[in-house]
Nanobody, 118 residues
Framework: QVQLVESGGGLVQPGGSLRLSCAASGILFSSYRMGWYRQAPGKQRELVATITNSGTSNYADSVKGRFTISKENAKNTVYLQMNSVKPDDTGVYYC????????????WGQGTQVTVSA
């Protein structure tokens, strides 16, 4: 059974920092591209950042220079370090695992709420 369990969300003030974690089980972690997506109220889910099995990362323009995605293969865990957060960063953040290169398996976590507010 595949599980992606996010943690680390919460309320943070503008300009503050937060680190999200996603622990994966039931998959061969090294075969998956891991990613973070977010969904704000009334908006579609959007990509935040991804990291391949070789460690290549990709970011949405809106978070470049502020967010950092990383992973720890020994713990089957991917992280999202969020710095200099803005109110527009508010939303539910979802962990994603995509089997590459076939893209035939795609898994989601249950999401963790991030609220940026004074």
């Amino acid at each position: 059974q595949v599980q992606l369990v996010e943690s680390g969300g919460g309320l943070v003030q503008p300009g503050g920092s937060l680190r999200l974690s996603c622990a994966a089980s039931g998959i061969l972690f090294s075969s998956y591209r891991m990613g973070w997506y977010r969904q704000a109220p009334g908006k579609q889910r959007e990509l935040v950042a991804t990291i391949t099995n070789s460690g290549t990362s990709n970011y949405a323009d809106s978070v470049k220079g502020r967010f950092t995605i990383s992973k720890e293969n020994a713990k089957n865990t991917v992280y999202l370090q969020m710095n200099s957060v803005k109110p527009d960063d508010t939303g539910v953040y979802y962990c994603n695992a995509l089997l590459i290169p076939t893209n035939t398996r795609n898994y989601w976590g249950q999401g963790t709420q991030v609220t940026v507010s004074a």
